[in-house]
C-alpha cells in the first residue's frame, strides 16, 4: 500500500477509534451512527467507514456484536487501559530475560547497586 | 587438508575469538570498527562451517567406493543443518520481530500524539520532526525507545519523560533513538539475534549478541554527544534508569549503563587502533577466502575436466 493510503487510514482509524471511545463504557455503535458522526467533519463514504472499521475489527482493536442486521462495535478497551497495555508490552519487549529484539529501548533495566553506581558515574563525569 | 583448515576456522572463529574479543573492553573505544570486526568473525564463522563440510564432499565424493559415498554424504548433511539451522532461524526470527513491531506500530498511531501537538516542544527543532516522527504517549512511565521500519520508523516517547528530563536532555535522547533509526542498527541486532537463535548453545554466539547491543548503543550516544554534549546524555541515561519500575532490580543491564557513561567521557578517536580493528575485520575474511576457499573452487573448475579426460 503507499504511504498516502497508508498514512490515511491510520488517519481514519484513529478517527473512528476517537469517536467509539467518546461513548461511554458500555456504549455500541453502528458503522451508520459512526459514519454520521464522522461525516459532521468531513466529506467521508459509508463503505470507508465500513472497511475501517473492518480493518480495527481485524486487529482485534474493536469488538464486533451482532444486532440484528448490522454489527454494532465497541472499543476493544478504553484509551487509557490501551496505553497501559501498550507500555507494558514495551517494557516485555525490553526486559533482558524475554529480550528478541523488536524494540530497543534507550535504557534498559538496572539494580538498586547500579543505580548507584550510574550516579558515580554520571558525578565523576560532571566533575571531570 | 582444505576440510581440516576449515574446521579448525569454523570452530576457533565461533568460540573462542568471540569470547576473547567479548573479553577486551579496549574495543568499545572504536564501536564502528568493532561492530564491523564482529560482523566479518561471524560471517566467516558461518562460512567456514559451511566450506568444511563442503569441502569434505568434494574430497570424498570423487574417490570410488562407499566409504567415499558415505563421507561426503555426512559431511552434506552437516552442511545442510547449519545453513537449515541459520534459514529457519532467520524466517523465525524475522517473522516474530516484524510482527511484534507491527502490532506495536499500530497501536503507537493510534494512541499517541505527533510530537508538534504535544506541549513540550522545544527540545526538538521545527522541520527535523519529520525525520522520524516522534509519537508521544500519554503516560507518566518514562520511557523512549524506537520503532524500526523502512518507512514507517517511529521514535516513541512518554509524556513522563517530558516532565523529568530538562528540554536538551530529551534532545540528546531523540538524537540518540533517531541515530539507531538512520543507522539501521536494528538490522544488526536482528543478524546476531538470528545467529544467537540458530546456534544458542557450543558457540560463544550469546556473547557476540551482547557485545554488539552494547556498541550500537555506544554509537547512537555518540551521535547524541556529537548534537547535544555528553552532559545532557549521561544525565538523562541516569535520570531515565532511576525512574524504571522496582521490578527491575532483577535484571542485569546497569552495569552496560555504567559502561555507556564511562565511555561517553572518552571522546579521543583512537585512529590507531580503529584502523588495526578494521585490518583484523578485513584479515579475517580476506585471509581465509584468498588462500583456501578461492585455491578450493578453483580446483573444483579443474576436477570435471580430469575426470573427463
Do not use: N
Not at chain 2, 502490532?103 to 522545544?122: F, G, N, S
Request: hydrophobic content about 50%; aromatic content about 4%; some cysteine.
Amino acid at each position: 500500500m503507499p504511504v498516502a493510503l497508508t498514512s490515511r487510514m491510520g488517519e481514519l482509524e484513529r478517527a473512528v477509534m476517537d469517536e467509539l471511545w467518546s461513548v461511554d463504557d458500555d456504549g455500541w455503535l453502528t458503522v451508520r451512527e459512526v459514519h454520521e458522526r464522522l461525516a459532521r467533519s468531513r466529506d467521508i463514504a459509508y463503505t470507508t467507514v465500513m472497511t475501517v472499521m473492518d480493518r480495527l475489527s481485524k486487529k482485534s482493536l474493536v469488538r464486533q456484536q451482532r444486532d440484528g442486521r448490522a454489527y454494532r462495535y465497541q472499543a476493544a478497551a478504553s484509551r487509557g487501559a490501551m496505553t497501559a497495555d501498550l507500555m507494558r508490552g514495551a517494557l516485555e519487549e525490553f526486559s533482558e530475560r524475554d529480550r528478541r529484539g523488536a524494540l530497543v529501548a534507550f535504557v534498559g533495566e538496572a539494580s538498586p547497586e547500579e543505580r548507584a553506581a550510574l550516579r558515580e558515574a554520571l558525578a565523576a563525569l560532571e566533575s571531570g | 587438508m582444505t576440510t581440516l583448515f576449515l574446521s579448525a576456522l569454523a570452530v576457533l572463529l565461533s568460540g573462542p575469538v568471540p569470547a576473547l574479543l567479548g573479553r577486551t573492553p579496549l574495543l568499545r573505544r572504536v564501536p564502528r570498527a568493532a561492530v564491523t570486526l564482529w560482523q566479518s568473525v561471524s560471517l566467516a564463522a558461518v562460512l567456514s562451517a559451511l566450506g568444511a563440510g563442503l569441502s569434505l564432499v568434494t574430497d570424498r565424493g570423487t574417490r570410488e567406493g562407499w566409504t567415499g559415498y558415505g563421507v561426503a554424504l555426512l559431511a552434506l548433511l552437516l552442511t545442510a543443518v547449519v545453513l537449515g539451522r541459520m534459514l529457519l532461524s532467520g524466517h523465525r526470527v524475522g517473522t516474530r520481530i516484524r510482527a511484534v513491531r507491527r502490532r506495536h506500530r499500530d497501536l503507537v498511531d493510534l494512541l499517541a500524539t505527533r510530537e508538534h501537538e504535544a506541549p513540550e516542544r522545544a527540545s526538538v527543532p521545527a522541520g527535523r520532526t519529520a525525520e522520524a516522527g516522534v509519537r508521544v504517549l500519554a503516560a507518566q512511565a518514562p520511557l523512549a525507545y524506537c520503532l524500526p521500519g523502512l518507512a514507517r520508523s517511529r521514535v516513541v516517547v512518554s509524556a513522563g519523560t517530558f516532565d523529568r528530563l530538562a528540554p536538551e536532555e530529551v534532545g540528546a535522547v531523540l538524537a540518540h533513538e533517531r541515530a539507531h533509526l538512520r543507522a539501521r542498527h536494528d538490522l544488526l541486532l536482528e543478524a546476531f539475534t538470528v545467529l544467537h537463535t540458530a546456534f544458542p548453545r557450543f558457540v560463544s554466539s550469546a556473547t557476540a549478541l551482547r557485545e554488539v547491543r552494547l556498541l550500537v548503543e555506544v554509537l547512537a550516544d555518540r551521535a547524541a554527544r556529537r548534537t547535544h554534549g555528553r552532559l545532557p546524555v549521561a544525565r538523562a541515561l541516569v535520570a531515565l534508569a532511576d525512574s524504571r519500575a522496582p521490578e527491575a532490580a532483577l535484571a542485569a543491564g546497569g552495569a552496560r549503563l555504567v559502561e555507556r557513561i564511562r565511555l561517553l567521557e572518552d571522546d579521543r578517536p583512537h585512529r590507531l587502533l580503529a584502523v588495526a580493528v578494521y585490518a583484523a575485520a578485513a584479515a579475517t575474511v580476506v585471509l581465509p577466502t584468498a588462500f583456501v576457499a578461492l585455491p578450493w573452487l578453483a580446483g573444483l573448475t579443474w576436477l570435471p575436466g580430469v575426470a573427463a579426460g
